[in-house]
């Protein structure tokens, strides 16, 4: 697996590659707003079940032991998850390969693909990153996602992708 | 040579039947309760009059329906039809020959009197048709179908001119249905649960549910009916008698014989003079007593091809075939929408090979190199299966008490044969033009996939396909729905699942 900063203009090369580094950082941003907004929501939760009659010695350190693997789990998953996410372009199509438990890798012929869309959230922006999406004509894979690349590099695979006037893509 | 097809004019007189039945529905079901519940003083029972604020509410979809029949032109270029439509807002719709996946044409009583078509052409967008189409000449729809996929065969096969001759194509009979398979074809399916259900629930609508048993039962069905009676005696924990347990065996016996019967009759309506033919490379198919529906499937349009079989398919020595194509099926297996892509409903076991080489050209069912998955599937397979029959039944035991223990060596003894029968006919198959896949032993199901056809190739594996050195490949195709039967091959050897993908992508 080769590094991302070493990405040639040519992206088709068939090399395997990791996404950006950056999405560590940006989805660690992300789990702590999502902590952030579940450990504020489940405090009304917990005071609900105090009024009800709920001993509080039970209650504040179930609160505190849930809310704490949350973060903890949001703070080192990105990069467990970063470990194991890579992606492959070549002639043929592009692979996508991710998940820590449950593996999975995806390929998408290039005659296949519809359409694709580059999108990029204010906080990808932030981290200069953009999210592909690529669809097509299929049942389970009608939208593939490829979240976390450099964005000028999701605009060059996407250049790849175009889809080719000859056939219906279907 | 640009020709333009504007609609039939009595498509004016189907948009204003269509927005009646809109209101009249409604309209139909407050008359009706209220004839039931009698002079009530709600806000329904308002002085008479409704019948002209109907009228009232009807002007705009007059007025939007001449406008559509005022602007709608259909125009045959080149290589592409153009829709266009609207006075004010004006939409030009551009549809390339080379991407329509099928036509349809249906056709109700109303319809077939004054000679004319509902057209719907489907291209491989999302779950919608692309252009409907109501309502055309009938002669127009020939036309269309003509033109279009003569249109498409010049922009996607300049080169061979002399392979299909447009304008005379031979016709070839390959699906022909009689009464009595029509018959044979209800009575499998068995689809009358569906059409009771529906009935039921529009007695239920119309609030007629009790005029419905009072005509059934004499009002006592469930009052002091056997039914009653018997639940009564159960739960008061004395035997029943055998003269009730036999009634409602008898009861029950007949209704499963009702049951089919309404399937036959509704198969009947559903697919009379059921015709598949052969023009060219088109498939199409044309069936129905009250609503006649023509399809046409261009040959290179189906991706995936699944033959099923039940055991009394099986003792009857029949099978029925689908096809699935891009033009997109969403909806439950049972919607009329799906009905289509049946392309032969019921069919003698001893013609599927014909068939199927029709549908997939120089496709041979009987050749196919069927490989057996992993021999360690059944010790995968079995574990799953014995977590949730054991869960289920102590499950069960928490409201129905702890004798649901007995039943535990049953369920799980069950779940070792389904387990057993679940791998050992699981069979895969990989040739130059198709992928495939069996499953089942008596429920039997086959499917194969066009390699040229495939959307996209995964590779899973679970934490325990890794323990044991597995893997999982799946084939996604365009047109499935949920109930549709996948090209997915579980319990592979690594390798073979390696191989297996490496080769689905040198399509």
């Known amino acids: 697996v080769s590094e991302p900063d070493r990405i040639p203009d040519r992206v088709n090369d068939g090399v395997e590659r990791r996404l950006d580094p950056r999405v560590i950082p940006l989805q660690q941003l992300t789990g702590q707003i999502a902590s952030a907004v579940i450990a504020f929501g489940s405090i009304a939760g917990t005071l609900i079940l105090w009024v009800e009659g709920a001993p509080l010695w039970l209650l504040l350190p179930l609160w505190l032991f849930l809310n704490g693997l949350l973060t903890w789990h949001s703070q080192r998953w990105p990069a467990i998850a970063y470990r194991h996410s890579s992606y492959r372009v070549d002639d043929a199509g592009i692979e996508i390969s991710e998940g820590v438990y449950w593996r999975t890798v995806t390929n998408v012929p290039f005659i296949r693909v519809q359409h694709t869309d580059v999108s990029q959230g204010p906080l990808e922006r932030r981290f200069g990153l953009g999210t592909l999406v690529i669809y097509t004509a299929g049942t389970d894979h009608a939208k593939v996602t490829l979240a976390g690349l450099e964005h000028g590099t999701a605009l060059r695979i996407r250049e790849h992708l175009l889809p080719r006037e000859t056939s219906d893509a279907v | ?507």
């Open chain 2, 1 to 507: 040579m640009p020709f333009e097809q504007r609609l039939h004019p009595v498509s004016l007189l189907f948009a204003l039947a269509r927005s009646l039945r809109a209101f009249a529905l409604p309209g139909l079901i407050v008359v009706a309760t209220r004839g039931c519940s009698g002079r009530s003083s709600g806000p329904f029972s308002a002085p008479g009059g409704w019948e002209f604020w109907l009228m009232i509410l009807l002007i705009p979809s007059i007025i939007a329906a001449l406008a559509r029949y005022l602007s709608f032109r259909l125009c045959y270029e080149e290589t592409e039809l153009i829709v266009r439509s609207g006075i004010i807002f004006r939409n030009e719709r551009h549809i390339p020959y080379a991407r329509v996946q099928n036509i349809e044409a249906v056709q109700n009583v109303a319809h077939r009197a004054l000679g004319v078509t509902d057209v719907r052409i489907e291209t491989g967008s999302g779950s919608e048709p692309e252009a409907t189409i109501s309502v055309l000449p009938f002669g127009a729809f020939e036309d269309m179908r003509r033109r279009v996929f003569a249109g498409r065969t010049a922009a996607s096969a300049a080169a061979d001119v002399e392979a299909i001759d447009a304008s005379a194509p031979a016709t070839r009979t390959l699906l022909r249905l009689s009464t009595r398979e029509l018959l044979l074809c209800g009575f499998l399916e068995n689809r009358g649960v569906v059409v009771v259900g529906a009935a039921y629930g529009v007695l239920w609508e119309l609030g007629l549910v009790g005029w419905f048993w009072n005509l059934v039962g004499g009002n006592n069905l469930f009052d002091e009916g056997p039914i009653e009676q018997f639940l009564k005696s159960v739960a008061a924990g004395r035997r029943p008698a055998a003269s009730q347990i036999l009634s409602i065996i008898a009861g029950i016996g007949v209704l499963m014989v009702l049951i089919r019967l309404v399937s036959m009759v509704w198969a009947l309506l559903r697919l009379y003079d059921f015709h598949l033919t052969r023009t060219g490379e088109d498939l199409r198919t044309r069936f129905g007593l009250i609503t006649r529906i023509a399809v046409t499937i261009p040959q290179r349009r189906i991706q995936t091809v699944t033959i099923r079989q039940t055991p009394l398919y099986k003792w009857l020595g029949r099978a029925s075939v689908r096809v699935e194509t891009a033009g997109g099926r969403k909806g439950p297996e049972t919607s009329p929408a799906n009905e289509r892509a049946v392309i032969a409903p019921v069919i003698r076991t001893e013609d599927v090979p014909a068939l199927m080489t029709d549908l997939l050209p120089g496709f041979e069912l009987a050749n196919l190199p069927w490989e057996p998955i992993d021999q360690r599937a059944f010790r995968r397979a079995i574990k799953p299966r014995l977590f949730v029959a054991a869960t289920i039944t102590i499950g069960l035991g928490v409201p129905l008490g702890w004798w649901t223990l007995y039943l535990l060596p049953f369920t799980l003894a069950w779940a070792t044969v389904a387990a057993r029968i679940f791998v050992t006919h699981v069979r895969w198959t990989l040739t130059d033009d198709v992928v495939g896949i069996r499953t089942g032993w008596l429920w039997q199901r086959l499917t194969v996939a066009r390699r040229s056809r495939i959307q996209a190739v995964t590779k899973h594996e679970s934490p325990f396909d890794r323990r044991t050195g597995m893997a999982r490949v799946r084939v996604d195709t365009a047109g499935a729905t949920d109930f549709s039967h996948r090209v997915d091959v579980p319990y592979l050897a690594r390798d073979t699942a390696m191989q297996l993908y490496a080769r689905l992508l040198r399509a």
